[in-house]
Every structure is written in C-alpha cells, then in structure tokens.
C-alpha cells in the first residue's frame, strides 16, 4: 500500500529543546517536501527535496532544516523550536512533475510551550 | 508567483442543501495543474481531484462536482445533497510547470453540515 509515514503524531515540547519529525515513503518518489498549516493560512511549504543530496528552500524555512539522506527518508528537524512553530506538520511525497498526486502523512501536531 | 484564494472562511448549510466552494487562482504558467483536497476532523489530507489547464471539461463524481473556468480562472466545487459526512475542510490547490511539484494551497473552506 502506498504509505507516506510520519512520527510522532502528536509532540509537545519546550522551547530551544531539538526534536525531529520523521518521514518516510515507500513509493520510490523522488520530491518530498514538508508543509505547516495553520488556521488562516492554509499549507504552506517549508522545504523540499527533488532527489537525495538535493534540498531547497519553501516559502517558510526559516527555523527549519532537513536533510535527504536516502530517497524514502525526509526528516524535518527543529534545532531550536519556539512557540510560534506550534503547528500542525504535513511531509508529502510524489513524483517530479506538476501533474501528480501528492501523497500526503497523517500530520504531526506540534506544541512548544 | 501563484496564488490561490478561497474567500469562503466557513460554510454552514442543512444536510441535503446543495453548496459550492469557490477557488480562484492566479499563476503565470501556461501549463499548470488545480487540485482539491478534504481535510476530515480526523486530519488527514484526502486528494480528491485532479485538472489540468488543458482540460476544461466539468467532472462528476457521485456527489460532487467540479466547474473549471479558465476565462474567470476558477475551479469551484459542488457538493449535491450534502451529508454530515461532508464535514470538514476543503483546500483548493495549484501547482505549475514553473514550479515542479510544489503546491501552492488556498487558505480552506470549513463546511459544516447539520441535521
């Protein structure tokens, strides 16, 4: 089954304590990317990945980073988290292109306090 | 830059009302593509339509329905007969060759249905 699986589902944390938000896909697609949502504002992207190795910059990085060390992983980690991250997290996954799908995790609700 | 605006906030209608969720987008591509996702109170993002720009042709899918106008550049959708099943929220999104497979969401319609 098509699967793109992220952990944990629900985090709250302290602020400047370093935590990671696992991703991982078992469709062999080469763009991952991770989107924030909050109320308001839709989704918004963070980061993504066209392939291994390679990462760029969304429309919101900043106090963000990634990395794509292998091509079904594309962990997000927080170095620092302050409260104004306190969002909801989706990581995606689909084929290069504009035309696919994007497939989509459960989200990761996050609270720094 | 792409840009999609979804001016509805939150829709409230009776189950069995018809109701429709507009999108309007804005992009400089000429090949581009426009999704629809439901977001459930569970969370969880549930794609559930795909049109490219070539394409304006109007689709039905049980229940649901989606209008594309390139003139007036929406991609609004129709739910008939609502159900409290329907409940959630709905983002309208775009992505375009310029911009690979990034997605660039409207802000969502709540809708709410009631007994």
């Known amino acids: 089954e098509a699967q793109v699986t992220q952990n944990p589902r629900y985090l709250i944390t302290v602020t400047g304590k370093k935590l990671t938000v696992t991703c991982s896909q078992n469709?062999?697609?080469?763009?991952m990317s991770w989107y924030r949502q909050d109320p308001g504002l839709g989704l918004r992207q963070i980061y993504y990945?066209?392939?291994?190795?390679?990462?760029d910059k969304g429309d919101v990085p900043e106090g963000y980073k990634v990395s794509r060390k292998e091509k079904r992983n594309f962990p997000l980690i927080l170095e620092s988290p302050s409260p104004n991250q306190t969002s909801l997290y989706f990581c995606?996954?689909?084929?290069?292109?504009?035309?696919?799908?994007?497939?989509f995790g459960q989200g990761t609700r996050l609270t720094v306090v | 830059a792409q840009k999609v605006t979804q001016a509805q906030t939150e829709i409230s209608v009776v189950e069995k009302e018809d109701v429709t969720l507009d999108c309007v987008y804005e992009t400089r591509d000429t090949t581009y593509y426009l999704f629809w996702y439901k977001q459930p109170p569970s969370g969880e993002l549930v794609f559930l339509i795909r049109?490219?720009?070539?394409?304006?042709q109007n689709e039905i899918s049980g229940r649901y329905s989606w209008n594309f106008q390139k003139s007036t550049s929406s991609f609004n959708f129709t739910i008939t007969a609502s159900q409290v099943v329907d409940s959630a929220v709905y983002f309208c999104?775009?992505?375009?060759?310029?911009?690979?497979?990034?997605?660039?969401f409207g802000t969502g319609t709540r809708l709410q249905v009631t007994l």
């Open positions: 049109r490219n720009s070539f394409d304006e």
């Open positions: 999104a775009l992505s375009g060759s310029g911009t690979a497979s990034k997605l660039t």
């Open positions: 990945s066209m392939n291994v190795e390679v990462t």
């Open positions: 995606a996954s689909t084929e290069l292109g504009a035309e696919t799908e994007a497939f």
């Open positions: 469709m062999n697609h080469e763009y």
